[in-house]
């Protein structure tokens, strides 16, 4: 079983940044794809970002493409997401999802693991 814990949200105004934390409870990291997904009020959860297990390879929503970034550091079984010039849109529940595979469709679709979840709010 694998936890999966995140951190770093809160408050933020409109046009700021702020930086996810998820980390990972797995012996083994690196042998899992990661993603962020999240949930606005009153939306159904979209995905976010994606990143592959050795994190040469990275995927975004075109909502936040060229705005967020995600990152990995397997050493310290955690991922982050960059997130620079928030909207009020990015108002949302942020989660990291985790799944033992190569393939980040197959994470996206089904992934095997959850975390809880931190919460990001955009002010005007």
């Known amino acids: 079983q694998v936890q999966l814990l995140e951190s770093g949200g809160g408050l933020v105004q409109a046009g700021g940044s702020l930086t996810l934390s998820c980390t990972a409870s797995a012996r083994t990291f690196s042998d899992f794809s990661m993603a962020w997904f999240r949930q606005g009020p009153g939306k159904e959860r979209e995905f976010v970002a994606g990143i592959s297990r050795g994190g040469t390879t990275t995927q975004y929503s075109p909502s936040v493409n060229g705005l967020f970034t995600i990152s990995r550091d397997n050493g310290k079984n955690t991922i982050y997401l960059q997130m620079n010039n928030l909207k009020n849109e990015d108002t949302a529940m942020y989660s990291c999802?985790?799944?033992?595979?190569?393939?980040?469709?197959?994470?996206?679709?089904?992934?095997?693991?959850w975390g809880r979840g931190t919460q990001v709010t955009v002010s005007s």
């Open positions: 999802a985790a799944k033992k595979t190569l393939v980040m469709a197959s994470l996206y679709a089904s992934p095997d693991y």
